[in-house]
């Protein structure tokens, strides 16, 4: 029987990869019997759901900077020339 350590990296990596058939396997049953690993799983599954929709939402592509802002930058960069 795996650890839950173990378990939590598992859980991890299958949000990323497909795991092989024996760590879905081991997993399977170790979430099967531990509430806590099982939560912890729930979770990661959740705070992916939430990040994902929070990148899919629209922002702006370009930002522009303020004339003053521009000069500063540009009087930056001369200096360090």
Do not use: G
């Not at 990596?13 to 081991?26: I, K």
């Not at 049953?29 to 990148?55: F, G």
């Amino acid at each position: 029987m795996r650890t839950c350590k173990e378990i939590s990296k598992l859980v991890s990596e299958s949000l990323d990869r497909e795991l092989p058939l024996r760590e879905r396997m081991a997993m399977r049953l170790h979430l099967m019997m531990c509430s806590l690993c099982r939560t912890y799983s729930h979770q990661m599954r959740q705070l992916r759901s939430v990040l994902k929709k929070a990148s899919d939402v629209e922002t702006p592509t370009e930002q522009t900077l303020s004339e003053e802002a521009r000069l500063r930058i540009k009087q930056a960069l001369k200096k360090e020339e």
